[in-house]
């Protein structure tokens, strides 16, 4: 098989992007891009790079029309342009009838309950006056999560209501209304697949949220976990990754309740913050290991060589502008310290702007160091 003899497009231009293309420059693969700006992150260092918007049915054609393979480093990409793409021949990953399933948080949650995967229990609603009418008539009950069905991320689109207070803050969008749940952990890991039907699972990851933002604040690999958690966290996402026919990557999002059951949040059919430490602390970082899913490669080795830390560089709260990084150089010093920056112009309040991992063979001074990154790297204009 001649891998650089096919041409493979990429819908999307962001940092997960640019990981994917910095990752496998050293198989000198045909990868394109598109996204809507060049100055975008994967523009300013791939040259293959089309200027489009992956949200328009012609967009998404004209650029997969002379690819073999197409894929995605985000979901929000047009559907239907990936089906007839899929007609005419092109091979795409995530399968398109599994992307429709996980854009759709609602028939996420129809897929889990179908298929008897641990989640919690849910309604469907399509607006905000069948959910207040559900309470009045004793059909629903304080607290409870909210999150609209299409269009959420990092935390957008979910709305947590404990009282009658929380009410103001119901999102008008169709949407589904889920147990709140007494969480005691939420974890992540990565899990590939290739045609062949092979799998490989990352170990467990250990998400702790900045509950402000209500992004990842750090990310601890492994994470610590009850006897037997781990093992049916990687059956899970086994099973998922199967029943979903998904070649490639899936990031499956997971909470560890008060009592001790493990239930499935989300999933992401693609390289996800939940694998970044894997590019300095895994055998086969998870960008490489999406291009081997999506071209048939033969998966690589997900063994952690050391445990590590990775960190989100958010841009300040209250600052927005041309972005400046402080604090490299006391960082850098500090030894095992290993910083990404994106390559996007502009800082916003808690943009992702770039990430940092650590890695030691002391899971705690990792921590500590992490810590200092946090407060002394400073994303700001
Ligand atoms: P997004 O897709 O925007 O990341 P999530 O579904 O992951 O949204 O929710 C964001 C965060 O909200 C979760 O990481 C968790 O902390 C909290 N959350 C979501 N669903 C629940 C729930 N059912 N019970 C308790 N907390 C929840």
Known sequence: MNYRQKKVGILGGGQLGRMIYEEVLKWD????????????????????????????YEDVLAFGQDKDIVTIEIESVNLEALLELRKQGVTIHPSPDALKIIKDKGLQKMFYEANEIPSSNFQLYQDVESIKS??????????????????????KGVAVIRSEQDLMKLLPSASLVEDMVPIE???????????NGETQVYDPVEMVFDEEANLVDYLFAPASLPNGIEKKAKDIAIELITKLNICG??????????????????????????????????????????????????????????????????????????????????????????LHFYGKEETKPSRKMGH????????????????FVKNHLKVTV
């Open 134 to 155: 559900d309470i009045a008539n004793g059909n629903l009950n304080y607290p409870f999560v909210q999150k609209a069905r299409t269009g959420g991320y990092d935390g």
């Open 29 to 56: 693969l045909d990868l394109h891009f598109m996204d809507k700006d060049r100055s975008f992150p994967v523009g300013k260092v791939c040259p293959l790079f089309t200027e489009g918007d992956f949200t328009k």
């Open 249 to 338: 990557l899936l990031a499956v999002e997971y909470f560890l309740d008060k009592n001790g059951h493990l239930l499935v949040n989300e999933v992401a059919p693609r390289c996800h913050n939940s694998g970044h430490h894997s590019i300095e602390a895994c055998e086969t970082s998870q960008f490489e290991q999406h291009i081997r899913g999506v071209m048939n490669m033969p998966l690589g080795n997900v063994a952690l060589t050391t445990p590590a830390v990775m960190v989100n560089l958010l841009g300040q709260p209250e600052v927005s502008g041309p972005v400046h990084y402080e604090g490299m150089k006391s960082c850098l010093a500090k030894g095992n310290v290993h």
């Open 356 to 371: 940092a991992t650590i890695t030691d063979k002391d899971l705690q001074k990792a921590i500590e160091k992490a810590k």
């Open 185 to 195: 952990k939420e974890i992540g890991l990565i899990v590939a697949r290739n045609e």
